[in-house]
């Protein structure tokens, strides 16, 4: 395609099986040709992806606005390859005791699912599961860190 110098370009890559990549790319060369590398990252079986924005309501599992969009991703990269097969867990930081944790994270897991479902995923493609506070990412000892601790994941189960 023909670029101008000075202009800045939307890019969105995609190829089967890799994770797509959306980035902008500004042409400072007044080159007659210019070339560019768009590293994607390969899908692998058992890899696991966390998931960013996604947030509820205070003590429910009522997605807010704010998360739609990351999950419109996860339903649009699940439509253009429809062989995947994924594994929800979603994750509850220290505070509150251990069975109300697992059955909040249990809740949260089923609403993003229930959302998937909803853009057109084939149940079969998906399971979700609640781990409460059993598996931190970083240790609860700051607001910061129950935050990171605070998240939606998915693990590919099937290529």
């Given at each position: 395609m023909e670029v101008r110098q000075g202009n800045k370009y939307a890019i969105h890559a995609t190829l089967k099986r890799y994770f797509p990549l959306d980035t902008i790319?500004?042409?400072?060369?007044?080159?007659?040709?210019?070339?560019?590398?768009?590293?994607?990252?390969?899908?692998l079986?058992?890899?696991?992806?966390?998931?960013?924005?996604i947030q509820f309501e205070f003590n429910s599992a009522l997605l807010m606005p704010d998360s739609y969009a990351e999950l419109d991703r996860v339903i649009q990269l699940m439509k253009d390859n429809e062989e995947v097969h994924i594994q929800l867990s979603a994750h509850t930081d220290n505070v509150g005791n251990d069975v109300y944790n697992q059955k909040l994270s249990q809740r949260r897991g089923d609403a993003v699912l229930q959302y998937i479902l909803a853009g057109g995923i084939s149940p079969e493609r998906i399971t979700a599961v609640g781990y409460g506070k059993t598996q931190p990412l970083v240790p609860n000892?700051?607001?910061?860190?129950?935050?990171?601790?605070?998240?939606?994941?998915?693990?590919i189960t099937e290529l």
């Open positions: 790319l500004t042409i400072h060369s007044s080159k007659h040709e210019y070339q560019a590398v768009f590293p994607l990252q390969a899908m079986l058992s890899m696991v992806v966390r998931l960013k924005n000892t700051s607001d910061e860190n129950r935050s990171i601790n605070r998240r939606v994941e998915f693990k």
